[in-house]
């Protein structure tokens, strides 16, 4: 099997789903002949032709509603925007439009397709190119929401958003574009859209995570391991429709609860994850049910080492939740 | 003023001069009555509106030569992406007042199963009439992509957008009509110049000259047409459409026109429309025109008018009593079709609303099992 970095796994994905199906088309800003600015469509004009990978005028709100159109008459768009802090003025495509048109029409209209975007910190770009905008998102009946941590399910994920029959915000985590590795393996895959991934095994405390917080976590794990304390890592990687029966058990497993996330706290993902907990589990939690995210700020650029979640930042918390 | 002349065919008293409209008699016919179900409809449903039997109408009257005109320039292969105001478009081409007045109660045979407020229409058959949201032109680069899609299958379709004069301020006509003059798209685009915005009028909506000026910026050609002369934006659309199915790329119309009726059912116009520019466009009402034609053709005498559009109330008025004796959507119609398959947790939210009838009786509809 290749070893590929995250971007590397994308970009196969997004060859093999175009391979084996001639509606699949890639298009946004700069996606043609330069690859994209991470390069994550490198290859595709010159392999598949500008009809099926290309340049657009730089309009979000045009791309994804282009998209639309094109996946209600029959093509299976993938859209790139080139930045998730970007992704606003397609809001109301995404969230009045691509989520509601099988609703609204009765399943006479559908939008299959999927918005790629790499979102999140790490690569020092302030306020607009460091966001993590999943919330909002998650908040939308009708969309699904999935971000990878490795190069498999990069690649796994991506192609079963691409075949799937309702609209996919696929968010890549650019911290891990080119620093995490893994086996990839050749041809088509998938990896299922309702699951989460079980990173690490343990029994005392549970960590929820997704996208570029899961190296951290699994990090803070190992730390945590060294000090005898035992935790488990999930992955939960497809953010919604979320897999609550999964957390529902890792969480009741340990009763002792940490939820990683970049984004700010206040109406973050993880308030999710705490009031399922809250609601359906909490007799079986031992600790408060705890949260380490990004501030309630704008994201910083110079100290964005402060406001990322660290290992330390989660140890402290996997600790605190442990002594409790 | 404006470069672009405004194209008419139809004289006041009808006369055509030596147009060929392309239209048989029958077709001919068919257009008029088009435009007087559009009006039956549109009684109805105001008459449905006040007696509270619906709860939201849109008026059409003043627009129906523009809607039957432009549709008349279709074929069923081609796709209309409609605005909220386009009522003659579908009954055109053969949607059925039954199916528009499923709509209009929200029951269970609506396509939208009455998630959808009244008016908001979609259709597959006998075109693709694409479902209706309420936001601006949303639909607009929308329509573009679907038109992207028929050029890259090599197919000759056309996929008609149509839109309002506030319509031209929203994101949706920016992105749309740049991305279909970039990309050729076999697209027209439809601008509806009815005079207002709810309650806007286009002076306020734009410092340019008009509308249709506004497809040379994105290299698209424009045309300005008399939106209450049938013929005319039959052949200002046939003209579009030609254009697009030879690939020749996008064109904008401007239909100048006037509302003549509220936005809505919950708008009094009488607060911002002038009383004499109402006078000055019941002067200009399509139909008397269209009739005048059809007069000069022999396709029309007095009376035929009354005839005609008793008719086309008893097939109104019967869909809407077929409609209101239509069971609602049963419950289980708010958790479907948000995906494809219904997710685990919406299943969960399906099965508490039924044990909550269960235990604490029907809130008004639904009952039994959770059956999704």
Redesign the interface.
């Given at each position: 099997m290749a070893i590929l970095t995250l971007l590397q796994a994308v970009n196969e994905g997004l060859k093999t789903a175009m391979r084996d199906d001639s509606n699949v088309?890639v298009f946004g800003e700069d996606v043609g002949p330069k690859g994209g600015v991470f390069l994550a469509t490198e290859g595709l004009t010159s392999e598949f032709g500008e009809?099926r990978c290309f340049d657009?005028?730089l309009?979000e709100?045009?791309i994804?509603?282009?998209?639309?159109?094109?996946?209600?008459?029959?093509?299976r768009?993938v859209a790139e925007i080139q930045f998730q802090d970007f992704i606003f003025?397609a809001f109301?495509?995404i969230v009045?439009?691509a989520a509601?048109?099988?609703?609204?029409?009765?399943?006479?209209?559908?939008a299959p397709m999927v918005i790629r975007t790499p979102y999140g910190g790490g690569i020092r770009g302030g306020l607009y190119h460091s966001q993590s905008g999943e919330a909002y998102f998650c908040h939308t009946?009708?969309l699904?929401v999935v971000t990878p941590s490795t190069p498999h399910d990069a690649k796994g994920l991506l192609i079963a958003a691409i075949q799937d029959?309702?609209p996919v915000l696929f968010l890549e985590p650019k911290a891990l574009y080119r620093s995490v590795k893994g086996e990839v393996p050749e041809g088509s895959y998938t990896v299922d859209l309702?699951t989460t991934r079980t990173v690490r095994e343990g029994d005392a405390v549970t960590v929820f995570c997704y996208g570029a917080m899961v190296p951290v976590c699994e990090k803070a794990a190992e730390q945590a391991e060294e000090s005898g304390i035992s935790v488990e890592v999930i992955d939960l990687r497809t953010l919604y429709?979320?897999?609550?029966?999964g957390v529902l058990a890792a969480a009741k497993k340990t009763g002792r609860v940490v939820t990683v996330h970049e984004a700010p706290r206040f109406c973050g993902y993880a308030a999710e994850i705490s009031a399922i907990i809250a609601e359906r589990a909490i007799e079986y939690m031992e600790a408060p049910v705890t949260r380490v995210t990004g501030f309630d700020t704008p994201f910083p650029n110079t100290l964005e080492h402060h406001y990322l979640p660290d290992h330390r930042r989660v140890l402290d918390a996997i600790e605190r939740v442990h002594a409790f | 003023m404006s470069d672009y002349e405004l194209r008419t065919v139809l004289d006041s008293s009808g006369g055509a001069g030596d147009h060929d409209s392309g239209l048989s008699d029958a077709e001919l016919m068919h257009c008029y009555r088009s435009m007087l179900m559009v009006r039956a409809f549109d009684d109805t449903a105001m008459k449905l509106q006040r007696s509270g039997r619906i709860g939201f109408s849109i008026p059409n009257r003043g627009i129906e030569a523009t809607q039957v005109g432009a549709a008349s320039a279709l074929r069923t292969t081609d796709?209309i992406?409609p605005s909220y105001r386009d009522f003659g478009m579908a009954l055109y081409h053969g949607v059925s007042a039954t199916d528009m007045m499923h709509n209009m109660f929200g029951n269970a045979l609506?396509?939208?199963?009455g998630?959808?407020m009244p008016v908001?229409f979609?259709?597959?058959e006998p075109i693709h009439f694409?479902?209706i949201?309420s936001?601006i032109g949303?639909h607009?680069?929308?329509?573009?992509?679907?038109?992207?899609?028929?050029k890259?299958?090599g197919e000759d379709s056309v996929?008609l957008i149509s839109f309002g004069d506030g319509g031209t301020s929203s994101?949706?006509f920016?992105?749309?009509l740049?991305?279909a003059g970039?990309w050729k798209s076999p697209a027209v685009f439809l601008c509806q110049n009815n005079g207002y915005a709810i309650s806007m009028p286009t002076e306020k909506q734009t410092a340019s000259d008009g509308f249709a000026v506004k497809g040379e910026a994105y290299g698209i050609p424009a045309i300005l047409v008399d939106g209450n002369d049938l013929l005319a934006v039959r052949q200002a659309t046939a003209e579009g459409v030609a254009r697009a199915r030879a690939g020749d790329g996008p064109t904008l119309i401007e239909a100048k026109t006037f509302r003549m009726g509220g936005h809505s059912t919950s708008d009094d116009p009488s607060k911002y429309v002038p009383k004499e520019l109402l006078d000055e466009w019941e002067e200009k009402d399509p139909v008397p025109r269209f009739e005048a034609y059809l007069a000069s053709k022999g396709l029309w005498v007095e009376g035929d008018r009354e005839t005609l559009y008793s008719g086309c109330m008893a097939e109104v008025k019967e869909a809407a009593d077929l409609a209101q004796a239509t069971p609602l959507p049963s419950l289980e119609t708010i958790f479907s079709?948000?995906?494809?398959e219904v997710?685990?947790?919406?299943r969960s939210q399906g099965e508490e609303a039924y044990d909550l009838l269960r235990r604490k009786g029907d809130a008004g509809g639904g009952g039994g099992e959770f059956p999704l």
């Open positions: 088309l009809e657009t005028p309009s709100d045009g994804v509603g282009a998209a639309i159109g094109m996946a209600m008459n029959g093509l768009p003025p109301d495509q009045s439009e509601k048109l099988r609703y609204r029409s009765g399943g006479q209209y559908t009946p009708g699904k029959p309702d309702s429709p979320l897999d609550e029966q | 796709w992406f609506d396509a939208s199963k998630r959808q908001h979609s259709f597959e694409v479902s949201s936001p949303t607009i680069p929308q329509g573009v992509g679907a038109a992207h899609a028929m890259l299958r996929a994101l949706g920016h992105s749309g740049n991305f970039v079709d948000v995906y494809e997710p685990q947790h919406i």
